[in-house]
């Protein structure tokens, strides 16, 4: 009798350990989809800028799981990549200006905010599929 009992918790635990790695590659791609709709959104408005258009093609994201074994937090890094030659290095003064001007790009907080409702929405649908 031990044995089956045995059997059965494995069952359960395999059980759970599939829909824990489903769950994850689903929320993943949820944070890939917010993470891709802000960065598009971030290179319209700068595109839309005139002094600081050539910033767009510079805008990227990357998605990571951080946390043991690869499990726990999936995050996402969105913005102006900057380094020697890129466009990207004007970012600062496109969004948020010097003394002398600039700061003609809208906040690029704008652009999560408008992403937040419909990356909660599909959260949601994630959570009430039960996974």
Same mark, same amino acid.
């Given at each position: 009798?031990?044995?089956? $009992?045995?059997?059965?918790?494995?069952?359960? %635990?395999?059980?759970? =350990?599939?829909?824990?790695? !489903?769950?994850?590659?689903?929320?993943?791609?949820?944070? #890939?989809?917010? !993470?891709?709709?802000?960065?598009?959104? &971030?290179?319209?408005?700068?595109?839309?800028?005139?002094?600081?258009?050539?910033?767009?093609?510079?805008?990227?994201?990357?998605?990571?799981? *951080?946390?043991?074994?690869?499990?726990? %937090? %999936? $995050? !996402? #890094? %969105?913005?102006?990549?900057?380094?020697?030659?890129?466009?990207?290095? &004007? *970012?600062?003064? =496109?969004?948020?200006?010097?003394?002398?001007?600039?700061?003609?790009?809208?906040?690029?907080?704008?652009?999560?905010? *408008? #992403?937040?409702?419909?990356? #909660?929405? $599909? &959260?949601?649908? &994630?959570?009430?599929?039960?996974?």
């Amino acid at each position: 009798m031990t044995s089956l $009992e045995a059997s059965g918790f494995s069952e359960v %635990i395999q059980a759970f =350990a599939t829909a824990e790695r !489903a769950s994850a590659s689903q929320a993943r791609a949820v944070v #890939e989809r917010g !993470a891709m709709n802000i960065k598009r959104q &971030l290179q319209r408005e700068l595109s839309d800028s005139k002094h600081f258009k050539g910033v767009a093609r510079d805008v990227s994201y990357d998605v990571r799981t *951080a946390g043991a074994f690869g499990g726990g %937090i %999936i $995050e !996402a #890094e %969105i913005g102006p990549e900057s380094g020697p030659g890129s466009a990207g290095n &004007l *970012a600062n003064v =496109a969004y948020f200006g010097t003394s002398r001007g600039g700061g003609t790009v809208p906040d690029p907080s704008l652009a999560l905010a *408008a #992403e937040v409702p419909r990356f #909660e929405r $599909e &959260l949601g649908r &994630l959570v009430g599929e039960g996974l």
